[in-house]
């Protein structure tokens, strides 16, 4: 399996852009998470889903930020417009059982 | 709120050494709790996951237990080697993920 897959892994865009950011989870996974770490608030968790329904969006900053999980193999988080705090790495995880869960290699976001 | 902290924020050994992390947690009605090892620009790697109903688990060189009751795990290394040069993390979950901050392991050859 080649594990949890996220693109990009590098983002520069400026601010206002609308940001797209992409996960696959592990086949067979039924749960996927999003976080973002900074140096200042380390890991957090923004939002998770279960069968692909959103289950706890209470960590999503802002209105600026969406997620979606149309099918079991692809998530998207969405940042519109981008400010320079996005500045971050995402990393998605999955999770066989809702607990242990698998990450992904992050998306470095540089929002100028 | 659960808040996780992990003690010490850094550390520096020389290789060989056996050595311990420490984490602790305000909530102790957790579902599990979960180390993982992050390598600089990297994603995070699990290392050991152990559930509420557990003591420890083993892998390798690698040892963690569990106290519910006080709050606390440990990661223990054993025979360090300068390949375990990583931050690592420890994260509790009561339906909802909590990290800690990381400890950042060096090990000098």
């Known amino acids: 399996d080649a594990g949890v897959i996220q693109s990009p892994r590098h983002e520069v865009t400026e601010m206002g852009q609308e940001v797209t950011l992409r996960c696959k989870p592990i086949?067979?996974?039924?749960?996927l998470f999003w976080y973002r770490q900074t140096m200042m608030r380390g890991l957090e968790l923004l939002i998770y889903?279960?069968?692909?329904?959103?289950?706890?969006d209470s960590g999503m900053p802002e209105d600026r930020f969406s997620a979606k999980m149309p099918n079991a193999s692809f998530s998207t988080l969405k940042i519109q417009p981008s400010e320079p705090r996005d500045s971050a790495v995402y990393f998605c995880?999955?999770?066989?059982?809702?607990?242990?869960?698998?990450f992904g290699p992050g998306t470095r976001l540089t929002v100028t | 709120k659960q808040e996780v902290t992990q003690i010490p924020a850094a550390l520096s050994v020389p290789e060989g050494e056996n050595l311990v992390l420490n984490c602790s947690f305000t909530?102790?009605?957790?579902?599990?709790l979960q180390w993982f090892r992050q390598d600089p620009g990297k994603g995070l790697t699990s290392l050991l996951l152990?559930?509420?109903?557990?003591r420890e688990q083993t892998s390798g060189r690698l040892n963690a237990s569990l106290d519910k009751s006080s709050g606390r795990s440990t990661l223990y290394i054993a025979a360090s080697q300068p390949g375990d040069s990583a931050t690592y993390l420890c994260?509790?979950?009561?339906?909802?993920?909590?990290f800690g901050a990381g400890t950042r392991l060096t090990v000098k050859p």
């Open positions: 995880a999955s999770s066989p059982t809702g607990r242990e869960q698998y």
């Open positions: 086949s067979g996974h039924n749960s």
């Open positions: 889903f279960n069968n692909n329904v959103p289950i706890d």
């Open positions: 909530d102790s009605a957790i579902y599990n």
């Open positions: 152990i559930q509420s109903s557990q």
């Open positions: 994260a509790v979950d009561n339906n909802d993920m909590r």
